[in-house]
């Protein structure tokens, strides 16, 4: 994003026009509801993209390729982390997952929000690297009780599977307050609306809009005008 030249004034409209993208990162167990928030995010806020990360799982019988993720080789996922083309990766359950870098790059780059469905591992490697532009939140089920039976309702892995599942799960409710969020979702509804509050605070953090103080400076003067007297500096 390119700053204004000095001395620039700007409006109100200019400078929310060059504000910088968040990357809302989403995390939970399995069974906890991150993906149906995460579509309904994407359904109702029209700057918001999904990251859509590249993995060597197998595509299930409900996924489309582009869509849901990009479903690529083992080789091909070597090369791009050998190149360092992935913001983040990971390995869960035997398969590998990760974030390419350049498409995020340029959607922040021009104010565009990019919404990240990733696990704990790739949400800290993306601390490591790129933690002011990100706003993590980890998603809870209301009971253990709910999430086996939402395993079991969706219908796409094996007892086993869901078992292994429920086993990492341990692991991941442990880094609960790592992130910069958590909400239980017991309801879904407001687990949506808590969320998409969430992302409409963070948009108006002032480290995102770099040309705010362009806009604020011009109002200072205005007002030296306005009122004859040169404003003391603070």
């Known amino acids: 994003m390119s700053e204004f030249p000095s001395g620039t004034v700007v409006t109100s409209d200019e400078a929310d026009a060059r504000r910088r993208g968040v990357m809302l990162v989403l995390s939970s167990p399995s069974g906890a509801g991150k993906s149906t928030i995460a579509r309904q995010l994407l359904d109702h806020e029209t700057n918001l993209k999904l990251s859509i990360s590249v993995t060597t799982r197998p595509r299930r019988s409900s996924e489309i390729d582009g869509v849901h993720y990009h479903f690529i080789t083992l080789e091909r996922f070597e090369q791009m982390r050998a190149r360092d083309e992935l913001l983040e990766w990971a390995e869960v359950h035997g398969n590998f997952y990760g974030t390419p870098r350049d498409p995020v ?4 780059e021009s104010g565009q929000d990019v919404l990240f469905d990733i696990d704990i591992q790739g949400t800290f490697q993306l601390y490591e690297t790129v933690r002011p532009d990100v706003v993590s939140l980890f998603i809870l089920p209301p009971s253990i009780a709910e ?4 395993l079991h309702r969706r219908a796409e892995d094996t007892p086993e599977v869901i078992q292994r599942r429920l086993k990492t799960a341990v692991g991941e409710m442990k880094h609960w307050s790592k992130y910069d969020y ?5 309801d879904l509804q407001r687990a949506f609306d808590g969320a998409r509050s969430i992302l409409k ?5 002032r480290e995102r809009s770099p040309a705010i103080g362009r806009f604020i400076d011009g109002m200072v003067e205005d007002l030296k005008r306005e009122t004859g007297e040169a404003a003391a500096d603070d």
């Open 201 to 205: 605070a963070e948009r108006l953090r």
């Open 182 to 186: 958590v909400i239980v979702n017991d």
């Open 147 to 150: 999430m086996k039976s939402r």
């Open 105 to 108: 790059e340029r959607a922040l």
